[in-house]
């Protein structure tokens, strides 16, 4: 597994999203659309062969 960049956005939108309880408040919260945070956290979950 590779090691993560905490200062990506995909690992700060994912961390966004959880604390908020959605993407659409994380999203707003980072300045970036709701489907942004989405695909952020497809990314996080392929990386770690999340189902």
Same mark, same amino acid.
């Given at each position: 597994?590779?090691? #993560?960049?905490?200062? $990506?956005? !995909?690992? &700060?939108?994912? /961390?966004? $999203? %959880?604390? @908020?309880? &959605?993407? /659409?408040? $994380?999203?707003? /919260? @980072?300045? #970036? %659309?709701? &489907?942004? !945070? &989405?695909?952020?956290? %497809? !990314? @996080?979950? %392929?990386? @770690?062969? $999340?189902?």
């Amino acid at each position: 597994m590779k090691p #993560i960049d905490e200062s $990506a956005p !995909v690992p &700060s939108g994912c /961390r966004t $999203a %959880a604390e @908020l309880g &959605s993407f /659409r408040g $994380a999203g707003d /919260r @980072l300045g #970036i %659309a709701p &489907s942004a !945070v &989405s695909q952020a956290v %497809a !990314v @996080l979950e %392929a990386d @770690l062969a $999340a189902p």
